[in-house]
T-cell receptor, first 111, second 113 residues
């Protein structure tokens, strides 16, 4: 079993749709959690950090459930520009900043 | 502008050759990382360094080597011992610790001919 597992996707949705991605992690000692966005053939960029209380940034909402060891990303009112691969990232709490990346979920938003 | 630069953007190598990928950052970050990404997969950690003159192996260090002689620089050498080196290589840096985001360079695409 992988340490970080994401919905395999791909997700193909129309503009304006709401879409949710899930990610599970296996190490209960994990300390910090992130969602990164990666466009085709580009480097990943931070989309959101994920906090225990949940956090929202415009159309994006991230939530963490430590008991069930999963994090989620909700995108409301999808735009064409949201088309990308979304990477779930977990830091294991070694204080080395070592991150484990999920394989990513690809989203395509269509007109 | 602060950021991370990687060079070259594309690199072609013949089997049996060693190649060195450059990574430079001017963010004054202590920690630097090298990842490998294969098509349809996430990033896998090759090596990381938390401080100058010190580095640790990641999950897939075999066939790779690094150095950290300066805070700003963390070059990666892909040796002939790496059996399947064709991949997208990404360098990242962070202030350190577990709660800071990683900033990535634009990557180097290595192809072995």
């Amino acid at each position: 079993r992988k340490e970080v597992e994401q919905d395999p996707g791909p997700f193909n949705v129309p503009e304006g749709a709401t879409v949710a991605f899930n990610c599970t992690y296996s190490n209960s000692a994990s300390q910090s959690f992130f969602w990164y966005r990666q466009d085709c053939r580009k480097e990943p960029k931070l989309l959101m950090s994920v906090y225990s209380s949940g956090n929202e940034d415009g159309r994006f909402t991230a939530q963490l459930n430590r008991a069930s060891q999963y994090i989620s990303l909700l995108i409301r009112d999808s735009k064409l520009s949201d088309s990308a691969t979304y990477l779930c990232v977990v830091n294991m709490g070694t204080n080395a900043g070592k991150s484990t990346f999920g394989d990513g979920t690809t989203l395509t938003v269509k007109p | 502008d602060g950021g991370i630069t990687q060079s070259p953007k594309y690199l072609f190598r013949k089997e049996g050759q060693n190649v060195t990928l450059s990574c430079e950052q001017n963010l004054n970050h202590d920690a630097m990382y090298w990842y490998r990404q294969d098509p349809g997969q996430g990033l896998r950690l090759i090596y990381y360094s938390q401080i100058v003159n010190d580095f640790q192996k990641g999950d897939i260090a075999e066939g790779y080597s690094v150095s950290r002689e300066k805070k700003e620089s963390f070059p990666l050498t892909v040796t002939s011992a790496q059996k399947n080196p064709t991949a997208f290589y990404l360098c990242a840096s962070t202030l350190g610790g577990d709660y800071n985001e990683q900033f990535f360079g634009p990557g180097t695409r290595l192809t072995v001919l």
